[in-house]
């Protein structure tokens, strides 16, 4: 530096003690400095005392000499400590030429640097704030200095400037706010942790609302609460915990909406999950359910992008039982927000009520932009997502169309877990239940997948599906106009409604009527279209049929109305091409109808037919039953139909014996030593009586080999009594076996339509046996 250069009114000896390399020589400096200053306030001399710390700014702090620049810095602060209360007066110009050196390679400089603003901070005081937002960003570079006497020195500047603030009202919050939006996002440690303990601080100050700008912060603090470093991660919980808690006492003035949309981001984890990952997912799904329980039907527009993040959560394992758990309480008080009037809505609109706004929703443009985090982080596109809620929060539309889409989309993701599953299939129940007339628009899109998760691996699964299914089927709402149809329902062929309708509306008119349907006043137009496409299923998929045909058909006996569902599946059958199968259905369904509980009103129903309705339902199943011989022959036991028993049991001789046929008869035996048949087997004691059902299980013996079935019904007809024996003087009754209250029905008609039946179960095996030989000689 040009020592002869004039810079009065620093006197010569000054202006080399500032530039000299010792730093007890620059403090001698700084001494007279301070008393020169101190004249010039005494003689109120502004226009001195500002020549002076331009001088020591621009000559000596922003000099390119190290000890010039040393020189200046303590001469500031010197100059500062002179004007004590004034110096607020000279800030701008005091702080500048010192936080330009915070950027200084020379670690030693940066150090007397932050000295020399910490001398300058004290002395001001509450002055300082309108320039916090420099000295903040200064600080933050600072937090972050590989030095540890910077560092150190930083520290106690910042408890300085903390201690300002805290004891201040004229903090400017509303100016800080941007600066603290942008540096949230530093990827340092001590930056981050330098941040947290900023806001930390301004939440504990009583006159500064930070809640008003948490949305603009949120994000930020969930990105910190990733860091690698344990401390940062439990000041970063620290922070969070205290607005989590603020919010619960003053939920109303809290802009849930707008922070939401950041939740439902962090709720989701990739799949490389970590421990700090699994820390941001917990406390996000925490807040989310705070969120929900707090906000209650405000959050109803925004359901489902609440649902996309919750749903794949509730399949956790143990190893993640808190977020599972917090997932759990989500979805669980997500679904009690819908209500009824949530079906009513357009009902009001068309009342004359004006209809709701809609609310706008964010493209994912804008979320990115808000929330630094592009959308595929998501998992699915087309999110609906939250958005600011409007004034009026009394105004709340459900988003149906939005929680249809994730819930089917999840049930499309061969991925979903078990309980993601279940949970999704609660959901459809719920909203059939609650939104019935706006749920039946989704149901011809639903109905396929729903079709098809009676493949799923989980009977729990299964059962919730079948709920869906049978509440589709008996609800009210699903009644359609004979001249709808529905569109692909299997994915591969379409079934027209009118024809499905009119098999369903028929009334039963007499026992000829060989294809009419029951009346089923509680089942709607998807009834019949569900049994027609859940026998297609069992037609396509023969191991669902094995391995699940009679769970599936026990649990709608139980969901529905079992007579409507042999009645109806009897009807399809009846029109079923593929007689393999038809053959096989029927057997299935036989031995449903045989031996299980659920069916138990229905046998008692069959087994004294003594009403049309019940003649009725037997001549249904009966002309249905007749692809499997067996079959029939059991249904006429249960319905105590003895003789005609008897005469299907004479035209087996006509018949193809073969082995899946005597294993049927040895299965029929087998049952008629069941409970079920404890009343048949009562009634060989009434020889006079029933001697055609003596005759038929006679008949059953003779067509089977001598096996352990043969010596089971052999010893069974041994037991029979001589009827002479059991003959009483009251005994006079004429032989018969057709009980004289039962109600008409046409035998004769039913022995034709067996034979006619079996005629087409010869010609399509003799067909089958001929391609089989065509192709063996080929």
Not at 753 to 771: A, W
Request: hydrophobic share 40%; with cysteine.
């Amino acid at each position: 530096m040009n020592t002869e250069k004039d810079f009065s009114p620093l006197t010569p000896n000054i202006v080399r003690a500032l530039n000299d390399k010792l730093y007890e020589k620059r403090k001698v400096a700084a001494l007279e400095i301070e008393k020169l200053v101190r004249e010039f306030v005494a003689q109120n001399n502004s226009t001195q005392i500002r020549h002076v710390i331009q001088i020591l700014a621009t000559e000596f702090a922003l000099s390119q000499h190290p000890h010039s620049r040393k020189g200046g810095l303590i001469g500031l602060a010197a100059c500062s400590i002179a004007l004590g209360k004034d110096s607020g007066l000279y800030l701008k110009e005091l702080i500048e030429p010192v936080l330009t050196c915070f950027n200084d390679s020379d670690s030693r400089l940066r150090y007397y640097a932050c000295e020399a603003l910490y001398n300058i901070v004290k002395v001001a005081r509450g002055a300082v704030l309108p320039h916090f937002n420099v000295l903040f960003d200064g600080l933050s570079k600072l937090a972050a200095d590989p030095d540890p006497n910077v560092k150190s020195g930083s520290e106690l500047l910042d408890r300085l400037l903390k201690d300002i603030v805290t004891e201040s009202n004229k903090f400017d919050l509303v100016a800080f706010v941007p600066l603290l939006r942008e540096r949230i996002y530093s990827n340092n440690q001590y930056a981050r942790q330098f941040i947290i303990s900023w806001i930390l601080v301004l939440e504990s100050v009583p006159d500064i609302n930070l809640l008003d700008y948490l949305p603009e912060i949120l994000d930020g603090l969930f990105q910190i609460l990733g860091d690698s470093s344990k401390e940062i991660r439990r000041m970063c919980e620290v922070v969070l915990g205290e607005f989590l808690k603020e919010i619960k006492k003053t939920p109303s003035s809290v802009k849930f909406a707008e922070m939401a949309n950041i939740l439902v981001i962090h709720c989701q984890v990739s799949d490389e999950s970590k421990l700090t990952n699994d820390l941001i997912q917990l406390t996000a799904m925490t807040w989310m359910r705070e969120f929900i329980q707090l906000a209650g039907r405000v959050v109803l527009p925004y359901s489902s992008g609440i649902l996309t993040a919750v749903l794949p959560c509730l399949s956790y394992d143990d190893r993640k039982k808190s977020t599972k758990e917090a997932a759990s309480a989500c979805n669980h008080s997500l679904m009690k927000l819908v209500t009824p009037e949530d079906d009513d809505e357009e009902e009001t609109q068309s009342n004359g009520t004006p209809p709701k706004e809609d609310v706008p929703s964010k493209t994912p443009e804008d979320v990115n932009n808000a929330l630094n985090a592009s959308q595929e982080s998501v998992g699915f596109s087309n999110i609906s997502f939250f958005t600011p809620s409007s004034s009026d929060r009394s105004h709340v539309t459900l988003d149906l169309d939005g929680i249809v889409q994730v819930l089917d989309r999840h049930l499309h993701d061969s991925s979903t877990g078990m309980m993601t599953r279940i949970a999704v299939l609660k959901w459809l129940y719920h909203l059939y239940i609650k939104t019935p007339r706006k749920m039946f628009r989704h149901t011809d899109s639903l109905f396929p997948m729903l079709l098809k998760t009676l493949s799923d691996e989980s009977d729990e699964v299964i059962l919730k599906d079948l709920e869906v299914l049978a509440e589709i089927a008996s609800s009210p709402s699903g009644q359609k106009d004979s001249t709808g149809s529905c569109e692909n329902m299997d994915g591969k062929s379409e079934l027209h409604v009118n024809e499905v309708t009119k098999v369903g509306q028929q009334l039963v008119a007499g026992s000829k009527a060989a294809d009419s349907s029951p009346s089923t006043p509680s089942m709607n137009s998807y009834f019949y279209k569900f049994m027609i496409n859940l026998l297609k299923r069992f037609s396509q998929e023969r191991k669902l049929l094995e391995m699940r045909g009679a769970f599936i058909i026990r649990q709608l006996c139980l969901l529905l109305h079992a007579e409507n569902i042999f009645h109806s599946m009897a009807d399809i059958l009846l029109k079923e091409e593929d007689l393999k199968f038809a053959s096989t259905m029927v057997q299935t369904l036989n031995t449903i109808l045989l031996t299980s509980a659920e069916l138990f009103q229905l046998r008692n129903q069959l087994k004294d037919l003594h009403t049309q309705e019940s003649c009725t339902l037997f001549c249904c199943l009966y002309r249905s039953w007749c692809h499997n011989p067996v079959a029939t022959v059991s249904l006429c036991f249960l319905t105590q139909n003895y003789r005609h028993a008897y005469d299907l049991i004479q035209k087996f001789g006509d018949l193809e014996v073969t082995v899946d046929f005597l294993m049927e008869v040895d299965k029929l035996v087998q049952l008629i030593e069941s409970p079920i048949f404890t009343y048949l087997r009562l009634q060989l004691l009434d020889v006079e009586n029933n001697p055609y059902l003596i005759k038929a299980l006679y008949g059953l013996l003779m067509l089977l080999p001598q096996s352990q079935a043969f010596q089971l019904l052999s010893h069974r007809l041994r037991c029979v009594p001589n009827p002479e024996l059991m003959r009483t003087v009251a005994d006079s009754k004429p032989l018969g076996g057709v009980r004289p209250t039962q109600a008409h029905v046409d035998y004769n008609e039913l022995l034709q339509h067996f034979d006619r039946v079996q005629s087409k179960h010869l010609e399509v095996r003799h067909q089958r046996m001929g391609r089989a030989e065509h192709t063996d000689r080929k």
